[in-house]
């Protein structure tokens, strides 16, 4: 009987495995346009805000929802004065940015955790930023360019009042010239500063 039993175990189909779960099609990249390693003002409370761009095998993903964290204790930030987290969406281009974004008070380092999904697929990023108070403080893009504008306007005045000092000093050598009082021009100390 033993013999039959384990003859008839022989002859039952084999169980079939479960099926493979189907392959991954790809993740979400994400790329930070701005934010990584900015230093927010914490005195000004002025903060540069991510922006990140969202593709998918090189192409720009729209309509992609993407969900920036910022730390809930420590050197931080919020949104509109009380959020910890923001969900944006993806434009024609496959960017997002977030809004109300301000430094807390805390200095220090911190990451701000980005995550993209659209539809089954899904793709994270760590931007890290710091906390700082005085100098050097929320350089964005546009802060810096505005920055090197001021720079600019001060060395080329500068360079105007030298060539004027250079072309009043330069007369004639007539005798009438002979009674001109010379000018004399000290520089004192430069500051350029942005808008306040």
Request: with cysteine.
């Amino acid at each position: 009987m033993l013999a039959c039993l384990l003859a008839g175990a022989l002859l039952l189909p084999a169980q079939q495995a479960p099926p493979a779960a189907p392959a991954s099609t790809g993740e979400l990249e994400i790329t930070v346009i701005e934010g990584e390693g900015a230093k927010n003002n914490v005195r000004a409370r002025t903060a540069v805000a991510p922006v990140v761009e969202v593709k998918e095998a090189g192409k720009p993903v729209e309509g992609a929802d993407v969900v920036v964290v910022l730390p809930a204790v420590g050197p931080s930030g919020s949104f509109h004065g009380w959020l910890k987290n923001q969900t944006v969406k993806t434009d024609a281009q496959g960017r997002a940015a977030v809004t109300g974004y301000a430094p807390n008070t805390e200095q220090g380092r911190f990451n701000i955790k980005v995550t993209a999904t659209s539809g089954t697929k899904t793709g994270t990023a760590i931007i890290a930023q710091s906390n700082v108070s005085g100098p050097g403080a929320a350089m964005s893009g546009a802060t810096k360019s505005r920055k090197g504008l001021w720079t600019a306007i001060g060395v080329i005045g500068a360079g105007a009042l030298i060539g004027g000092v250079v072309a009043a000093t330069r007369g004639d050598d007539s005798p009438a010239a002979a009674g001109k009082v010379p000018v004399s021009v000290s520089a004192g100390a430069i500051t350029v500063a942005g808008p306040r």
